[in-house]
C-alpha cells in the first residue's frame, strides 16, 4: 500500500510540476536521474551482467522513453486520468508476452485485454469530434514502452534492483540530457524562476519511486506470491484519484470514469490469473 501511495502521488507531483509551471519533461526527467545516481551511483561499478545489452534496452524503454512521454503527457493530462492509463501496463505486458515469450493467456485474460483496449479507446476520445487527447495518448504511448521493457526484463535473468536502477538511471540521464538540450529551451531560466517545483518532482520521483518503491516491490514480489502482489497495484489509480481530487482540484471526466469502470477490473482479472513470478510483469514506473 505505500508502494502504491508513492505511486499515484508521483502522478500528482508531476502533474503539478509540469502542469502549473513552465518546467521542461526532459529536462525534469534527467534531474530526476542525476538525483537517483547521487544515491545509487556506486552500483555502476558493479559486475555487468551477462546480457548488458540487453539491460540497456531495457533502461531505455523504461526509463528515457517512458518518462519522455510520460512527463510530455503529465503537462496538461490529469493525474487521475493519468493514473487510469497506467494500469494497461499489466494486459499490454501480457499480450507482448505471447510475442517475445511464447506465453499462453487463454480466453479470459484474453477477453479482459480486449476489454481493457476498448477501456483505453474511450478515454482518449475528445467528445465533440473524431479527435484524440493527444496528451493522453502519450501517455499511453508511455506504458505501452514500460511494458515492453517489463517483458524484456525477463530475458536479462536475475540482477540485483540496484544494479538495474543505477544503469537506467544513467541512461535517462544521457537520453533525457541530450533531448533536453536538442528540443527544449531556457534551462538555466527555468531553474532560476521555477527551481522549486522541478526539484521537488524530480526528488520524489528519485527517492520515494525509483528507490524506495521499485525496491520494496522487488522484494515483495520475491516474498509473497505474484497473484497476491500485483493485482493490489490497482490501489495507485485509487490513491492518484483521491490526491488528484484534493491537492489538485480535479474533475473526473464521465470519459474517465467510464474508462475506469472497464480497465480497473480487466486487469485485476488479468493480474489474478498470473500463475508464477514467470508470467507477471515485475515492474512499475512513473
Same mark, same amino acid.
Not at 501480457?94 to 483496449?117: C, D
Not at 535517462?172 to 538540450?181: E, F, N
Not at 471526466?253 to 480497473?264: H, N
Given at each position: 500500500?505505500?508502494?502504491?501511495?508513492?505511486?499515484?502521488?508521483?502522478?500528482?507531483?508531476?502533474?503539478? /510540476?509540469?502542469?502549473?509551471?513552465?518546467? !521542461? !519533461?526532459?529536462?525534469?526527467?534527467?534531474?530526476?536521474?542525476?538525483?537517483?545516481?547521487?544515491?545509487?551511483?556506486?552500483?555502476?561499478?558493479?559486475?555487468?551482467?551477462?546480457?548488458?545489452?540487453?539491460?540497456?534496452?531495457?533502461?531505455l524503454c523504461v526509463g528515457a522513453i517512458h518518462l519522455g512521454f510520460l512527463y510530455t503527457g503529465?503537462?496538461?493530462?490529469?493525474?487521475?486520468?493519468?493514473?487510469?492509463?497506467?494500469?494497461?501496463?499489466? !494486459?499490454?505486458?501480457?499480450?507482448?508476452?505471447?510475442?517475445?515469450?511464447?506465453?499462453?493467456?487463454?480466453?479470459?485474460?484474453?477477453?479482459?485485454?480486449?476489454?481493457?483496449?476498448?477501456?483505453?479507446?474511450?478515454?482518449?476520445?475528445?467528445?465533440?469530434?473524431?479527435?484524440? *487527447?493527444?496528451?493522453?495518448?502519450y501517455i499511453f504511448i508511455a506504458y505501452v514502452s514500460l511494458a515492453l521493457g517489463s517483458v524484456?526484463?525477463?530475458?536479462?535473468?536475475?540482477? *540485483?534492483?540496484?544494479?538495474?536502477?543505477?544503469?537506467?538511471?544513467?541512461?535517462?540521464?544521457?537520453?533525457?540530457?541530450?533531448?533536453?538540450?536538442?528540443?527544449?529551451?531556457?534551462?538555466?531560466?527555468?531553474?532560476?524562476? *521555477?527551481?522549486?517545483?522541478?526539484?521537488?518532482?524530480?526528488?520524489?520521483?528519485? #527517492?520515494?519511486?525509483?528507490?524506495?518503491?521499485?525496491?520494496q516491490y522487488f522484494r515483495l514480489l520475491q516474498s509473497y506470491d505474484v497473484a497476491v502482489i #500485483?493485482?493490489?497495484?490497482?490501489?495507485?489509480?485509487?490513491?492518484?484519484?483521491?490526491?488528484?481530487?484534493?491537492?489538485? *482540484?480535479?474533475?473526473?471526466?464521465?470519459?474517465?470514469?467510464?474508462?475506469?469502470?472497464?480497465?480497473?477490473?480487466?486487469?485485476? #482479472?488479468?493480474?489474478?490469473?498470473?500463475?508464477?513470478?514467470?508470467? /507477471?510483469?515485475?515492474?512499475?514506473?512513473?
Amino acid at each position: 500500500m505505500t508502494c502504491c501511495l508513492f505511486w499515484g502521488g508521483n502522478f500528482v507531483v508531476g502533474a503539478w /510540476a509540469l502542469g502549473n509551471n513552465p518546467v !521542461p !519533461p526532459f529536462m525534469l526527467a534527467a534531474v530526476r536521474a542525476a538525483i537517483v545516481l547521487v544515491f545509487m551511483g556506486v552500483f555502476l561499478f558493479k559486475p555487468l551482467p551477462e546480457k548488458f545489452g540487453l539491460l540497456l534496452i531495457v533502461g531505455l524503454c523504461v526509463g528515457a522513453i517512458h518518462l519522455g512521454f510520460l512527463y510530455t503527457g503529465l503537462q496538461t493530462a490529469s493525474a487521475s486520468g493519468t493514473s487510469i492509463l497506467s494500469q494497461t501496463m499489466i !494486459p499490454l505486458a501480457t499480450l507482448m508476452s505471447v510475442f517475445f515469450l511464447k506465453e499462453k493467456i487463454g480466453r479470459i485474460r484474453t477477453g479482459a485485454i480486449v476489454a481493457a483496449f476498448i477501456g483505453v479507446c474511450i478515454m482518449v476520445y475528445e467528445p465533440g469530434g473524431l479527435s484524440l *487527447d493527444i496528451n493522453l495518448v502519450y501517455i499511453f504511448i508511455a506504458y505501452v514502452s514500460l511494458a515492453l521493457g517489463s517483458v524484456l526484463m525477463r530475458k536479462v535473468g536475475n540482477i *540485483d534492483w540496484r544494479i538495474y536502477v543505477s544503469w537506467m538511471s544513467l541512461l535517462l540521464l544521457l537520453a533525457s540530457g541530450a533531448a533536453s538540450i536538442l528540443f527544449e529551451s531556457g534551462q538555466v531560466t527555468t531553474f532560476k524562476e *521555477d527551481g522549486v517545483p522541478l526539484i521537488i518532482a524530480a526528488a520524489y520521483g528519485a #527517492v520515494f519511486v525509483s528507490i524506495f518503491s521499485h525496491g520494496q516491490y522487488f522484494r515483495l514480489l520475491q516474498s509473497y506470491d505474484v497473484a497476491v502482489i #500485483v493485482p493490489l497495484t490497482i490501489m495507485t489509480t485509487v490513491f492518484a484519484t483521491i490526491l488528484g481530487i484534493l491537492l489538485l *482540484d480535479e474533475t473526473l471526466e464521465p470519459r474517465y470514469i467510464i474508462g475506469a469502470a472497464i480497465i480497473l477490473p480487466c486487469v485485476y #482479472v488479468i493480474a489474478r490469473r498470473q500463475k508464477s513470478s514467470k508470467s /507477471a510483469p515485475k515492474m512499475m514506473e512513473s
